[in-house]
């Protein structure tokens, strides 16, 4: 199978870092999309995001052979809906959803039987959203999961495997249901512990909201890149991989509830011993390629001329 | 009150930062340091971080106008009590530990009467320690928390809020429990639940270890970089600052179990509402400087050219 015409329904961050990645990597392949919103629209053009911005997301779709919808998880069926009657027989309708599980039963229920869909979720992003904030590079060595269900034609999976390789992802594929457990580990627990943390400290008598602010460089300031994430898009994670992230976040608390009773003993061994562990990943980590290797990933190296 | 000789007491991340500033903006100051560790004394002599490093703390504190102890909070009162028989009648005694409360009373117990304790704490750091971490601009454009009691002389504490200055710190006075409970909230629990966070994922059984590592992108390798931290200083500070903690992490845990019941629920507005709300502070931290205003703190653009 050959992809001559890729369809992008939503251009925020996904959306808008796929074409730009296609006009870089791929350019022989056509790009069209569409977003719902009119002023996103006119930045797409703008920034010549896709080769072509449609008013309309079915004039997007129509005879594309992979179309991807880049919007939140809970917007999915509803994007679906708009193309599924211009899809071209044969064509791939693939996502960059964070939950997949809930959301490849949906569409699975009403697509024609000849669309194939292949859910993806390309662990890729950053705190911005919107259509300024897409690059060309944001696939550039991060993993892509896809999770396409039993009976999918092996060459349609290859396709979108070659295709999110050619934009400079690893490709690895599972079973929706695992995916949702390892991205409620890896992704939405710590995302709902920033946007809590962030909240608690927000709303403190004792530590006014300045302080907060000035001393966060001890930690805290982490956090709350992650909880300038885009608010839709992770309450849409929340309601769909309720399962999930409610079975982790348990597991989770237990353990904190273990640190909570060594710190009220005084119990420096346990601590010492967690401390010690927790090295070892982050170093794994870097290693591979995951993480930026310098103190502080970098940050202030820009700005302090380090 | 002029400062001629500073001694710096633990030649880590702190202490060797301390003694590079102290010579790149301070160059008329003589500095002098001890290790416990002849091993991270001998890299001091090659990495220059002091201007001598002696093999005995009361030398490097013979003499010397300023003594700050860098060492983990746990052994400041051994650390002060090996030079207490040598300081300079009017000496200023100080520190950069992460809790203040605890330590400035066991200081301040068996210390001479003619000594200043002055307990500070400069609100920066990377997530690596040791003798090859630190480095020159560590304090540029961050806090430094000065907790002086009542009573200290005016002109000894303005002293050493003129060292830090020059060391590139804004600084702020304030009192040592205020500062426990300030610190709780914007590093010590955001260290705990890292910590936490990182133990849980490398021990699930159905989510792999290498999963972990490869899908750390979504979120969970910012926490594995807090996670990476000195254990023995962190141990340490949770053991001192067990109150200030535990109070803090009750109030986290009261926001979280509504969070996980709004999850339960599928209460998307409540959701929403929190995750609306977190954004104006990250705002607020890069404005103020405290943090790096590029995407993902800038992270990659040095290794992938973006």
């Known amino acids: 199978m050959t992809i001559e015409k890729v369809a992008i329904i939503g251009l925020g961050l996904l959306g808008g870092s796929i074409g730009l990645a296609v006009a870089e990597y791929l350019p022989h392949i056509?790009?069209?999309?569409?977003?719902?919103?009119p002023a996103v629209r006119q930045r797409a053009v703008e920034r010549g995001l896709v080769g072509q911005v449609c008013a309309d997301a079915a004039d997007?779709?129509?005879?594309?052979?992979?179309v991807i919808l880049c919007v939140p998880v809970g917007a999915m069926v509803e994007a679906a809906g708009a193309i599924a009657g211009v899809l071209k027989?044969?064509?791939?309708?693939?996502?960059?959803?964070?939950?997949?599980?809930?959301?490849?039963?949906?569409?699975?229920?009403?697509?024609?039987?000849?669309?194939?869909l292949i859910p993806a979720h390309p662990v890729a992003g950053t705190e911005h959203s919107g259509p300024d904030a897409g690059f060309a590079k944001l696939f550039n060595?991060?993993?892509?999961?896809?999770?396409?269900?039993?009976?999918?034609?092996?060459?349609?999976?290859?396709?979108?495997?070659?295709?999110w390789e050619a934009l400079g992802a690893m490709v690895e594929t599972m079973d929706a249901a695992h995916h949702d457990r390892v991205l409620a580990v890896t992704s939405h627990i710590p995302h709902l512990i920033a946007y809590t943390i962030v909240g608690t400290a927000s709303d403190l008598e004792e530590v006014t909201r300045s302080e907060v602010i000035k001393f966060s460089a001890g930690g805290f300031r982490d956090f709350t890149r992650i909880a300038a994430s885009d608010?839709?898009?992770?309450r849409d994670v929340f309601?769909?991989?309720?399962?999930?992230?409610?079975?982790?976040?348990?597991?989770?608390?237990?353990?904190?509830?273990?640190?909570?009773?060594?710190?009220?003993?005084?119990?420096?061994?346990?601590?010492?011993?967690?401390?010690?562990?927790?090295?070892?990943?982050?170093?794994?980590i870097v290693a591979l390629g995951q993480d930026d290797a310098r103190p502080d990933f970098g940050r202030g190296d820009h700005a302090q001329g380090n």
């Not at 997007?60 to 992979?66: I, Q």
């Not at 309708?93 to 697509?111: C, N, P, W």
Request: with cysteine; aromatic share 6%.
């Open 141 to 163: 060595q991060r993993w892509c999961i896809l999770t396409p269900q039993e009976g999918t034609p092996p060459e349609k999976v290859q396709a979108l495997v070659h295709f």
């Open 239 to 284: 309601l769909h991989n309720k399962d999930a992230v409610l079975d982790m976040l348990d597991v989770f608390l237990t353990d904190l509830a273990l640190m909570r009773e060594a710190i009220r003993a005084g119990d420096g061994v346990t601590m010492f011993d967690l401390f010690t562990r927790t090295r070892e990943i982050r170093r794994s």
């Open 60 to 66: 997007a779709a129509c005879g594309a052979d992979l």
């Open 30 to 37: 056509t790009t069209a999309g569409y977003d719902s919103d």
């Open 89 to 116: 027989p044969g064509a791939i309708l693939s996502d960059v959803g964070s939950s997949k599980r809930t959301i490849a039963a949906a569409l699975a229920e009403f697509l024609p039987e000849e669309t194939v």
């Open 231 to 234: 608010p839709v898009m992770w």
